[in-house]
């Protein structure tokens, strides 16, 4: 059998924003995929695949060279923006092994963004520094950068707004309001109370915090909006065969898809023609029906769940979109504490997210819907036999059925 | 020039063949909506082929500008040097656009007044003698 499972994960420390300033982001990646691949009680010579996603800077045919790989057999990178590409990063490994392609692939994502840009204040989108002249209309050099053209003159360069726009439109819509949203980034820092790798572990945080924090881009408090963090982390598959005498018990692959409604492209930036009745909402629901369907599952057999949290909004939409309330109801859904380790019907982001544990564009996600399954969580559920992964709403996004079986 | 609502910091429009003719109107102060004349639907941002019927063959279309507000945000961090806080960005439903929306700004008006829904007109911001930047502003009863 090839059926594809996942049989390392691993980090390396995870620290606030700018923090990590002695070491560059690709060798991070390679103590993440080293500690991954050791995770699994694999060899580095057994690595022949490399995955990521999106706006990596870090090239897998450096990092393949830099690790001394015998031979690379497959190398992938997802066109999905952001974090929306983590879990396609990890079906593709799946594919890459499932098919012969490749025998052990590593998923992996760094960043040290210190070392670059500030993402959350729209570095990878701001153009370069005015000159002191009139403004003019200049010339776009790519077609990331001209679609753009229709955001960045009105101040629409940074995530925590973009994402405000569908966010504001489901509270018109549903009466959602900024406690319920505030709920999310309660629980989520509850859950990071008890993981020492968690960014914000020593912060314990109430909703009156949350109430007080400084507006960023209304709805969005600064608590509405994840963490920015340096660190890195990776996670390896291979067939069932292999997987069978590793280090760990391995965890299967259910199913995986990828997918974007028409007009998506960049999310919120560039999605303002989306149909009327996908606009509040993440995006993902038609991806959920494809992924619950492959893998003959339905949200009532979702266990324990790790949900894309770069806003709070966005957690709550995915929450709707994924069948685990009715559309418009995820407020009163996350009111009642339903994400909750203790006591909720849905544990969701047992390891705080990227709210609470560090933002590492969702694969953190992956790798802790690994150890939920395993019983490594710090935050464990018990019996958990299938978590659901996700990677992000609004966007062209994709997700992962994980399972124990 | 016309009133001014940002400084000349903000990002300028970046732009390639198929969107140029665009910022080309909005310097003649004429909002330009793209339609497909094989099959009369409406784009925005424009595209090289219609979202529908996938023609290549487009015009342009002047729309009057009235719309409402669709969504928004009020931002309360700055993108530019100098730009004056908090601000308003929204979406914009436009009329007679064949039901298009565009990302834009509501300006001069009080955060707490910006609602969904509500009634918002065009107002030009000349950001150069050969930029100028679509804003609006709302219908005042």
New interface residues.
């Given amino acids: 059998m090839r059926t594809p499972h996942i049989v390392g994960v691993a980090e390396t420390r995870y620290a606030r924003w700018g923090k990590i300033g002695d070491v560059t982001e690709h060798a991070l990646a390679c103590q993440a995929i080293q500690n991954a691949v050791a995770d699994a009680g694999l060899s580095m010579d057994d690595v022949d695949g490399l995955a990521s996603f999106a706006e990596d800077r870090n090239e897998a045919i450096f990092l393949a060279a830099e690790l001394g790989l015998p031979s690379l057999r497959f190398a992938n990178m997802v066109w999905m923006p952001g974090g929306g590409g983590g879990c396609a990063a990890v079906g593709n490994a799946a594919m890459a092994v499932a098919t012969g392609q490749a025998e052990v692939v590593v998923v992996y994502r760094s960043l040290c963004q210190g070392q670059f840009f500030r993402f959350g204040?729209?570095g990878l989108l701001?153009?370069p520094p005015?000159e002191a002249r009139?403004?003019?209309?200049?010339?776009?050099?790519s077609?990331l950068?001209?679609?753009?053209?229709?955001?960045?003159?009105?101040?629409?360069?940074?995530a925590?707004?973009a994402y405000?726009?569908?966010t504001?439109?489901h509270m018109?819509l549903y009466g959602t309001t900024s406690e319920q949203l505030g709920r999310i980034a309660v629980t989520f820092r509850e859950h990071a109370s008890r993981n020492p790798r968690a960014v914000m572990g020593g912060r314990p945080l109430t909703l009156a915090d949350h109430q007080a924090s400084?507006?960023?881009?209304?709805?969005?408090r600064l608590f509405d909006c994840c963490l920015e963090s340096d660190g890195a982390c990776a996670v390896v598959v291979t067939t069932a065969e292999r997987a069978r005498d590793l280090a760990k018990r391995p965890v299967e692959i259910l199913a995986s898809e990828q997918g974007a409604p028409?007009?998506y492209a960049f999310g919120p930036f560039?999605n303002?023609?989306v149909a009327d009745e996908l606009?509040?909402t993440g995006g993902t629901e038609e991806l959920a029906k494809r992924l619950y369907g492959k893998a003959g599952l339905g949200p009532g057999d979702v266990d324990v769940a790790q949900i894309y949290d770069h806003f709070t909004g966005c957690v709550l939409m995915q929450l709707e979109d994924f069948g685990f309330c009715k559309r418009g109801e995820g407020g009163p859904f996350v009111e009642s504490g339903a994400l909750a380790w203790q006591g909720g019907s849905l544990p969701t982001n047992t390891h705080g997210g990227s709210l609470s544990e560090a933002y590492i564009h969702g694969l953190n996600h992956v790798v802790e819907g690994v150890r939920s399954l395993r019983g490594e969580s710090t935050s464990p559920v018990e019996g958990a036999e299938v978590c659901l992964v996700t990677s992000g709403a609004c966007v062209p996004s994709s997700a992962l059925l994980l399972g124990r079986r | 020039m016309s009133e001014r609502f940002?400084p000349?910091?903000?990002?300028?429009?970046?732009?390639?063949h198929?969107?140029?003719p665009f910022?080309q109107a909005a310097a003649e102060h004429r909002l330009v909506v793209q339609r497909c004349t094989a099959c009369g639907r409406t784009?925005?941002?424009p595209a090289p082929v219609c979202?529908d019927c996938r023609s290549a063959e487009a015009d342009w279309k002047e729309v009057p500008g009235r719309g409402e507000v669709?969504?928004?945000?009020?931002?309360?961090?700055p993108?530019?040097a100098g730009?004056e806080l908090?601000?308003v960005?929204a979406?914009i439903a436009l009329e007679e656009s064949g039901g298009?929306?565009?990302?834009?700004?509501v300006v001069d008006a009080k955060?707490e007044e910006v609602a969904?829904g509500a009634p918002v007109e065009l107002v030009w911001e000349d950001?150069?003698?050969?930029?100028a930047?679509p804003?609006f502003r709302l219908v005042r009863r």
């Fill in positions: 204040a729209g701001a153009a005015a009139p403004p003019t209309v200049q010339h776009a050099s077609l950068l001209a679609s753009m053209g229709f955001a960045l003159p009105y101040g629409l360069a940074m925590a707004a405000a726009l569908p504001r439109r018109h400084p507006m960023i881009a209304d709805p969005h028409k007009g560039t303002a023609n606009y509040a | 940002f000349d910091s903000m990002p300028a429009p970046l732009a390639d198929v969107t140029l910022w784009r925005l941002p979202t669709y969504t928004y945000t009020v931002v309360h961090r993108i530019a730009q908090p601000f960005i979406v298009l929306r565009m990302i834009s700004n955060p969904i950001m150069s003698a050969e930029l930047i804003r």
